[in-house]
């Protein structure tokens, strides 16, 4: 297993960054914006390493393309459809699929969000979780 260094760690955060973001499959990164998060010496160890950190941002496992922008410092990300979902996300895309309905990346997000916040969600958790044989499981708080 590959060990991971701080240009990796720097750009992974920058795909997570920009696939929280994106509301489709592409998402841009201002450097200067992403810089604002972090203290000087983080800065300066990205200015000085930033070839690096691009490359690892290009190898990352969600990324399908990379193009960085040198003149305008700014990371064009297009992912890949499964790193942007979540398990739930995933369950309620297939879902879907098999209804014969090819939902967008936000309809996803958002229909998940409301399984999430609703009732009924909450009511079948309980009832699940209140089988005999989950009983045995964990320890009481």
Request: charged share 35%; aromatic share 12%; no cysteine.
């Amino acid at each position: 297993m590959e060990k991971l260094s701080l240009s990796k760690l720097i750009a992974n955060d920058i795909v997570n960054y920009g696939m929280d973001k994106t509301m489709g499959f592409q998402y841009v990164v201002s450097l200067s914006d992403f810089l604002d998060e972090y203290d000087d010496e983080s800065r300066n160890y990205i200015k000085s390493h930033i070839k690096e950190i691009i490359n690892d941002v290009e190898q990352n496992e969600n990324v399908a393309d990379l193009n960085y922008d040198e003149k305008e410092q700014e990371f064009d990300m297009v992912f890949y459809f499964d790193g942007l979902m979540d398990k739930l996300d995933k369950i309620v895309y297939e879902a879907g699929k098999e209804k014969g309905i090819e939902y967008e990346l936000e309809d996803v997000r958002n229909i998940s969000y409301d399984l999430e916040k609703s009732d009924s969600f909450k009511d079948l958790i309980n009832d699940h979780l209140s089988k005999k044989e989950y009983w045995d499981m964990g320890t009481e708080i």
